[in-house]
């Protein structure tokens, strides 16, 4: 009798592991679609593009053709890291982190040499990563929830949900915030406390985030970009928003402005953050995805060219990086670059 009951318990224990395992890939496959959706959609219409017209190589401003200049340095890159994909990366301090969208990893990692010296399993897929108040902060884009993580030992700290579909992370006035592209709102989760404010409904949709100049920078999932600026006391949030480009993706703040990668009309939208309009749009073809700022330069990764660029009106240079980036982190006068398709993390600096 008592080895029966044991059978039946072993049998139950089974079958409640493969109905976690099926919900657990139901998650993950519609999380997959949703993304296809968007990358495929951006996709199909530059192919019709470059179909139609000859891109140029090099940026152009949409009112000035930009003329290169004979003495601007060569970008140059080296492979810091191979993995079979990078979603997000952080670094600091010569210790360096990184996620692994396919494996479901976050991996600590020694810059200089490459090495792995630590990794641990997420419970579900890490979409974004930002290093605040000496914690690692995860979005698990499957779980819908961001993971606190001590960044010494990848212990896992501490969850948080957060509404459905997040993608992005910024901080700001000390909170971790977060884009959910599915629920179009834009939550504040406590440093502090590890515990989540009241989401803000960001009405023209909330793809990613960056923050700066005293406010966060949401693109959308309309041709606009949102600047919502947190409030206290009963006044709330402030939201203003200006039309940029077609599906506007990445967004980065720095060198006295907003920088939105457009990517279905292949353009970066110089944004001013004071008077919310567009200084400057910059012709970079292809499907620029990701935008970040680092020293006097503003880089831009193309996902299907597998390029990464410098946007500027008068010199521009460009690095064919053999993979799709897919993030970029400013790391001293260049970028970290986390790609798939090969996975790795690239450093590409200038010169």
């Known amino acids: ?118 990794s641990v399993h997420l419970a579900g897929r890490p979409a974004a990563m930002v290093l605040a108040d000496g914690h690692l902060w995860v979005a698990d884009a499957v779980d819908n929830q961001v993971v606190e993580v001590e960044p010494t030992t990848l212990r896992i700290q501490r969850s948080v949900p957060v509404p459905t579909g997040p993608t992005s992370l910024a901080v700001l006035d000390g909170d971790v915030w977060v884009t959910s592209l599915e629920a179009h709102e834009l939550t504040p989760v406590r440093l502090k406390t590890a515990t989540a404010g009241t989401p803000i409904n960001v009405l023209a949709g909330a793809v990613r985030v960056a923050a700066g100049y005293g406010s966060l920078w949401v693109t959308g999932t309309t041709d606009l970009l949102t600047r919502v600026t947190p409030a206290a ?9 200006v039309k940029v480009g077609q599906i506007p993706i990445g967004v980065a703040t720095g060198q006295g402005a907003v920088w939105v990668a457009n990517g279905q009309s292949a353009t970066v939208s110089e944004v001013s953050p004071s008077g919310l309009v567009v200084r400057q749009t910059f012709h970079v073809g292809g499907d620029p995805l990701t935008v970040a700022v680092s020293g006097d330069d503003v880089y831009v990764g193309d996902g299907t060219a597998q390029t990464v660029r410098t946007v500027s009106p008068t010199e521009s240079k460009a690095l064919d990086v053999g993979t799709t980036p897919r993030t970029l982190l400013a790391v001293g006068a260049g970028v970290w670059v986390g790609a798939s398709d090969p996975g790795r993390v690239l450093a590409v600096t200038p010169g």
């Open 1 to 118: 009798m008592a080895q029966k009951n044991r059978r039946q318990r072993r049998q139950e224990q089974s079958r409640r592991d493969r109905a976690q395992r099926a919900q657990s890939t139901q998650k993950r496959n519609r999380w997959d679609r949703r993304r296809r959706r968007l990358t495929w959609a951006t996709v199909a219409v530059l192919i019709v593009l470059a179909a139609g017209v000859a891109l140029p190589l090099l940026l152009t401003s949409s009112n000035t053709p930009s003329t290169p200049s004979t003495t601007a340095p060569v970008l140059s890159s080296h492979t810091v890291l191979k993995l079979p994909s990078a979603s997000a990366l952080s670094e600091q301090g010569g210790s360096a982190w990184v996620t692994d969208d396919l494996r479901d990893l976050l991996l600590r990692f020694d810059p200089t040499t490459g090495k792995v010296e630590h």
């Open 233 to 241: 006391g009963s006044a709330g949030p402030q939201q203003k928003t």
